[in-house]
């Protein structure tokens, strides 16, 4: 069933009017008529079958009827992407994959080795690029909420954020505890789970000690180095899979 974004001022009761990106591409590409039935999502955790009772191809608008919530359960456990900032075109990678595995908020950072820098400018222009990615991917995927995502902060900026739930520090070291040790000792103890993953360089060591002494534990996903736009996105279906998949 088709999926269409429903923003709270376009709704009045069980009746709601389309117009903008989501009506033109209600009617001009998935070509949908009145009584024919879709999915609309409000962003925020909650998605309702729906009626179309008019179309009006020339602006494009659609106006519509909500029919039925579609009851969702959530997530046992909320888990966060922190993303060192790669380079070119690979966080908007990151950010649709991060959706389709049920990351609740994706917040990149720029670190002591990071080979990106932004300013005031460019990152206003990633940020709104970024939420838009966020919005075709939540769709894409039948979410319905749209994770947010954070403008690029500096990591040492993020200690709060850190702070908050359990948080694990993707690491190469031979120290590191092996993901599936952390998941059967540690993983069903929060609501929240954090995933750190530095940039391509990787964080340095007084980065890693700093997150370590918020509490942050170095983890291992195995003896291969994964890219970092990998090692976050492997971490967040494993974790997915193992705490929130229906039993």
Sequence with gaps: MSQIILRPHQRTGDRF??????????????RKSPGDEIAVFD???RRFRATITAIDAAQPSAEGQLVEEIRIEPARVRLRLFQGLPKGTKFDFVIEKAVELGA?????FLSQKSLIKLDDKQARAKALRWK???EAAAKQCDRADIPNVSPAALLGTLADEIGVGTTILLSTSPGATPLRRFLREKGGESGIINVVVGPESGLTSAEEK???GLGAVAVSLGARILRTETAGLAALAILQYELNSSD
């Design 17 to 30: 009017r389309l117009d903008g990106d989501e009506a033109h591409h209600l009617v001009n590409v998935l």
């Design 43 to 45: 962003g925020e955790g």
């Design 104 to 108: 609740a908020q994706i917040l990149p």
């Design 132 to 134: 838009r990615l966020a």
């Design 210 to 212: 700093r997150l370590v």
